[in-house]
């Protein structure tokens, strides 16, 4: 019996050792060292083994592809990239975008076959790098041939998130060190008030009707701005019975047409004394509405969404730029997004040019109407009205470039979804800044990519995007973003600041008036925060 026992322990020992290599994958790293010292022979061995394994305190020394379940009652999957160093543990989840197409896993919205990939092909290269060398990791990402894009992405945004929890930084200080800025600011948010389009269950045919308060002294001043003003439009709706929100957040109001919606936006807007504070204009995604004849031309359905017109509203691209023209002249809109599709983004230019020639001949009353106009949009002196690509926007940074040379659009939408890696993103956003174009960070609530993710909110403090669009505050997982911006404004005031050393719960008014931020609001100057 002493000896059957003695056996017992022994074995349960051996699990325990072997559960132990395992999980700290200690064989499966060692093996790597010494190939790597076989490799480079080095004269002293043991003074670079040591400069490995004191590395190797801050490498990564786990990370695990899973799966996740998606929102909104889909049938689908979502993307979770898990890395773990000595610091902590931290995790990515994308999703909605670019699935395995198996059938047999959840109707062909799955990443299995996704997750195995970074498994085999993934796991054994980054093991054991240090995740603060993400342009090193990220060009590992983009050699590996049979790595979809998501699974780039998703690694690339762990790493991120591990080095800058390896470094100690708020991912926004992080994002600057790393693409050399050290100037932030909080960007400008376009909220949508009124839904309609595909995302909504009504037969207004734009797909969005938006405000952005670029008068705000804070960034939290701003959103509450922006609540009152949804507030009336929440009124507006019950006074209607109209309960439903489309799916970015925005009352699903059943609007004759834009000159309605701005009317009606305009009476709030003044209602809240805020003709000073917030600006406007429509989402439009004309590609929602638009009938393609071939490569090279296209028409408008503009009554697509209201089966009891009949014949059908069909508009060509002039009569779209036409109707634009002259609803500013009646509704001094200061932005349109995706106003045409993507076969006519070369005649964006024209609604700029033609807007530049009407308010260089106003006069009398109408000039205050289109001051902001007059002043340049964002501090922008050339920029008179935004004309913002987002779907007509090819992924990647070469498509700025063409778009910049093309004249389509003076600003971009950008977001996790528009470049394969975080250093690729990085670039995006930098080169369409240094070609002196606007860009606004933007979540993809049409097909959830980043529906989890918080993390483009810091990218558009760290990098300077003056503007972030995110959806309505009927949306929670936009509020979440809305309000993550609100927290990195209040971790850099004094107000906290001063609270780690004193907390002072009973500060006066005039206390109050003089706190100070380190990361400030865009405000007025969206397009050239300096």
Not at 275 to 303: H, P
Request: with cysteine.
């Amino acid at each position: 019996m002493p000896l059957l026992n003695e056996k017992k322990e022994q074995a349960s020992e051996r699990r325990l050792v072997e559960d132990y290599l395992e999980n700290h994958q200690i064989e499966e790293i060692m093996n790597t060292i010494l190939n790597e010292l076989v490799m480079e022979r080095p004269a002293d061995p043991y003074l670079q083994l040591s400069h490995i394994l004191g590395d190797m305190s801050k490498a990564a020394r786990k990370i695990n592809a899973m799966k996740a379940f998606e929102v909104q009652g889909n049938n689908g999957m979502y993307l979770c990239v898990e890395i773990e160093t000595t610091k902590g543990k931290v995790s990515a989840t994308l999703g909605g975008r670019d699935y395995d197409d198996d059938k047999e896993e959840h109707n062909g919205k799955g990443y299995r076959k996704v997750a195995l990939s970074i498994m085999a092909l993934v796991v054994p290269k980054l093991l054991g790098i240090d995740p603060t060398e993400q342009e090193k990791i990220d060009k590992i990402l983009n050699e590996q041939e049979g790595l979809s894009m998501i699974g780039k992405q998703v690694i690339s945004l762990a790493v991120l998130k591990a080095g800058a929890q390896q470094k100690g930084l708020e991912y926004y200080e992080y994002i600057g060190e790393l693409a050399g800025n050290n100037i932030y600011c909080l960007p400008v948010p376009i909220i949508t008030l009124i839904e309609g389009g595909k995302h909504a269950a009504n037969k207004f045919t734009t797909q969005g009707v938006c405000i952005a308060p670029h008068g705000a002294s804070t960034f939290a001043d701003a959103l509450e701005s922006c609540a009152k003003v949804y507030k009336k439009v929440e009124e507006y709706a019950k006074l209607k019975a109209t309960y439903s929100h489309g799916k970015w957040g925005g009352y699903a109001l059943d609007l004759k047409d834009n000159d309605t919606a701005l009317t009606l936006l305009r009476q709030w807007i003044k209602e809240c004394k805020f003709e000073d504070k917030v600006s406007y204009g429509l989402d439009i995604n004309a590609n929602g509405f638009s009938i393609r004849k071939g490569e090279s031309d296209a028409n408008y359905n503009i009554s697509v969404f209201d089966p009891s017109i009949s014949p059908p509203m069909i508009r060509k691209v002039g009569d779209m730029i036409d109707s634009y023209n002259e609803l500013v002249m009646k509704h001094p809109y200061t932005f349109l997004i995706d106003p045409l599709c993507n076969q006519h983004t070369q005649q964006s230019g024209r609604l700029t040019e033609n807007l530049k020639q009407f308010v260089q001949g106003v006069q009398g009353d109408l000039v205050e109407n289109f001051k902001l106009h007059f002043d340049g949009l964002g501090g922008d002196s050339e920029c008179m009205l935004q004309v913002i690509g987002d779907v007509c926007l090819v992924n990647g940074s070469e498509s700025i470039e063409e778009v910049s040379t093309k004249k389509s659009f003076n600003t971009v939408c950008v977001g996790l979804w528009s470049a394969p890696t975080m250093t690729d993103l990085f670039e995006c956003i930098k080169k369409a800044q240094g070609l002196g174009m606007g860009t606004v960070a933007s979540s993809d609530n049409v097909n959830n990519f980043d529906i989890y993710e918080t993390m483009m909110m810091h990218v558009a403090v760290g990098l300077k995007c003056g503007q972030v669009r995110c959806g309505g505050l009927g949306h929670g997982e936009a509020l979440a973003k809305y309000n993550e911006l609100v927290g990195i404004e209040y971790r850099s005031s004094t107000l906290y600041q001063n609270k780690e050393t004193e907390d002072d719960e009973d500060e006066d008014e005039d206390e109050k008036g003089k706190i100070s931020y380190n990361v400030r609001y865009a405000g007025i100057q969206f397009r050239t925060f300096e």
